[in-house]
C-alpha cells in the first residue's frame, strides 16, 4: 500500500464520524416567577430601555476601593486557583478532542543479527540486517456511533462550566473585598465615636469627681460616671481589635499589603456606589455564571448520555501502515521493496451481566441530578436578588428613621445635661442620655454598613462584577 493509500484512508475514517446518540437539549422552565415579588418592601421600577447591571468599574465609585479590587484581581491566590483550573479543563478537553482524529506516526526499524549456518537458508553461517520504514495509523476507533464525538462534547462542556466557575470566584471576590473594606472603615468610625465618647465620659468624670469632693456631688454621681469609663474604655478595646483584624482580613482577600493612605475615620460616602435601578427584568439571572455554570454542567451530562447510548452498538478501529523494508540500507527507496499491512476491527457488545444498560441508567440519572441542580440554582439567585430589592426598597427609610433617633438622643441628652447643671435632675437621667446617644450613634454606623453591604450583594446577585467575555466557539481547540 502506498503512502497516497494511507491518506485516503485517513480521509475516509475521519468523513465517518456522523451519527450521534446524543438526546435532543432543551433548557428546563425556570421554575421561579417571571417577575420580581412586588409589596410594601419593594420599590417601584423606573428601568429605561436597555438599561442594565454595569461592570464592577462603573458600579464601585470610590477611587480606593478601585485600587484594592485591582489589586485583588491580580494576587488573590482563589482566583489564581480558578484561572489553574480554567487551563487544566481546556488541556483536557483538547485531549479528548484529539480521539476524533487518527494518530499517524513514522516508525524506523534497524535489525543485525548472526545466525549459525542450520538456521540460515544459504547453509553458511552469517549476519542478517533488516532495514525498515513505515508510516502508520495506531487503532484508531471510528466514531460511526458518535460515542468519541458524545465524549468530545461532553469535555467541552466541563470546560465551559469551569470557566463559568472561575467567573463565579471573581465576582464574589470583588464583593467580598468590597464588604471587606466597607467593614473595616465603619469598624474605624466606631472606634473614633468610641474614643471621641470616652474622652467626653472621662472629661465627665473628673468634674464630678471634683464636685464631689466640694460636696456639690454624691459619691453615687461619682461611681455612675466611673461606669461609663469603664463601658467606653472596654469598646475602645473591642474596636481596636476589630480595625485590626479587618485589616488582616482585607489583606488575605487583596493577597498582597493594603496601600498606604488607605485608613481613614471619616463616614462612608453613599456615592461610592452606583445606583441599581428597582424592575430590572428576571431575565438577567441568566447572567449569573452559577446558573451559567450549572447548565453546562447539565449539557456535559446530556452528551454523557450519547457516548453510553453507543456502547450498545459495533465498535469499530482501524489499524494500518506502509513504508519499505530491505536488507540494505541502500535498498530502502528502490523498486519492490514496500510492504504494507491493514487491519480492520470490529467490536460487538454480546453479553456483559447488563453492565452497559446500568451505565446508560446511570448517565440518565446523573441528567436528572443536573436538571435539579440548575433549577436550584435559579431559586437560588431569585431569592437572592429578592432579599437584596426588599433591602434597596427598606434601608433608606431605616437609616433616615436612625438619623433622626441620633438626633432626637442628642437634644435629650443636651437638655439632661443642662438640667443636671442647674440642679433639677440627677445624674441617672443624664447617665441614661449618655448612653442612649452613644448607643443611637453606633447603630447607624451599623446600619449603614448593612445598607452599602446589602447593595452590593444585589449587584452580585444579578451576576454583576464580570465584563462579558466573547463566547467560546464550540470548536475551539
Not at 89 to 102: E, G, T, W
Not at 111 to 131: C, E, F, H, M, V
Not at 180 to 202: E, H, M
Not at 222 to 240: C, G, H, N, P, W
Request: charged letters at 20%.
Amino acid at each position: 500500500m502506498k503512502l497516497k493509500h494511507i491518506t485516503v484512508a485517513i480521509a475516509l475514517a475521519t468523513s465517518l464520524q456522523a451519527c450521534s446518540l446524543i438526546p435532543h437539549y432543551d433548557r428546563p422552565d425556570a421554575p421561579v416567577p417571571q417577575a420580581w415579588p412586588k409589596g410594601q418592601a419593594y420599590a417601584p421600577g423606573n428601568v429605561k430601555p436597555g438599561q442594565g447591571v454595569p461592570g464592577w468599574q462603573g458600579f464601585y465609585q470610590d477611587p480606593a476601593l478601585r485600587q484594592l479590587i485591582d489589586l485583588s484581581l491580580k494576587n488573590n491566590r482563589d482566583l489564581r486557583v480558578a484561572a489553574l483550573n480554567v487551563q487544566a479543563y481546556r488541556a483536557q478537553y483538547r485531549i479528548q478532542r484529539a480521539d476524533l482524529f487518527p494518530t499517524v506516526g513514522i516508525d524506523s526499524t534497524t535489525s543485525r543479527q548472526r545466525l549459525p549456518a542450520d538456521l540460515r537458508t544459504s547453509g553458511k553461517a552469517g549476519i542478517d540486517s533488516q532495514y525498515g520504514l513505515d508510516v502508520g495509523i495506531s487503532t484508531y476507533e471510528l466514531d460511526v456511533f458518535g460515542r468519541i464525538r458524545s465524549l468530545e462534547h461532553q469535555a467541552l462542556e466541563n470546560y465551559l462550566a469551569t470557566e463559568e466557575a472561575q467567573r463565579s470566584v471573581q465576582i464574589g471576590l470583588i464583593s467580598d473585598v468590597a464588604s471587606a473594606y466597607f467593614t473595616w472603615r465603619t469598624d474605624q468610625q466606631l472606634l473614633k465615636v468610641t474614643q471621641d465618647t470616652l474622652d467626653s465620659y472621662s472629661k465627665s468624670l473628673g468634674l464630678i469627681t471634683a464636685s464631689n469632693q466640694a460636696g456639690t456631688s454624691s459619691a453615687l454621681d461619682v461611681r455612675q460616671a466611673a461606669t461609663l469609663v469603664d463601658s467606653a474604655r472596654t469598646q475602645m478595646f473591642l474596636y481596636t481589635r476589630q480595625v485590626a483584624q479587618d485589616a488582616n482580613a482585607l489583606q488575605l482577600l487583596l493577597g498582597a499589603g493594603l496601600p498606604d493612605g488607605l485608613a481613614s475615620d471619616a463616614p462612608l460616602n453613599d456615592s461610592g456606589l452606583a445606583d441599581i435601578p428597582a424592575g430590572l427584568p428576571a431575565q438577567l439571572l441568566q447572567q449569573r455564571p452559577d446558573i451559567r455554570q450549572a447548565e453546562h454542567a447539565l449539557l456535559a451530562a446530556n452528551a454523557n448520555i450519547g457516548a453510553a447510548r453507543a456502547a450498545f452498538f459495533p465498535s469499530i478501529s482501524l489499524t494500518a501502515g506502509a513504508g519499505t523494508a530491505s536488507s540494505q540500507l541502500s535498498g530502502l527507496f528502490k523498486g519492490g521493496s514496500g510492504d504494507w499491512s491493514f487491519a480492520p476491527e470490529i467490536s460487538l457488545p454480546i453479553f456483559n451481566g447488563g453492565r452497559l444498560r446500568a451505565s446508560l441508567n446511570y448517565s440518565k440519572l446523573q441528567k436528572d441530578i443536573q436538571v435539579a441542580n440548575y433549577e436550584k440554582a435559579i431559586q437560588t439567585g431569585f431569592r437572592e436578588v429578592s432579599d437584596g430589592l426588599a433591602a434597596l426598597g427598606t434601608y433608606q427609610g431605616q437609616l433616615q428613621s436612625q438619623r433622626d433617633l441620633v438626633q432626637s438622643d442628642q437634644e435629650y441628652f443636651d437638655m439632661a445635661k443642662q438640667r443636671y447643671d442647674e440642679g433639677v435632675d440627677n445624674y441617672l437621667t443624664l447617665l441614661d442620655a449618655q448612653r442612649q446617644l452613644l448607643t443611637a450613634r453606633q447603630e447607624l454606623l451599623t446600619d449603614h454598613l448593612q445598607q452599602l453591604d446589602s447593595k452590593v450583594q444585589l449587584y452580585k446577585a444579578l451576576g454583576g462584577g464580570w465584563q462579558q467575555p466573547e463566547k467560546v466557539a464550540k470548536s475551539k481547540s
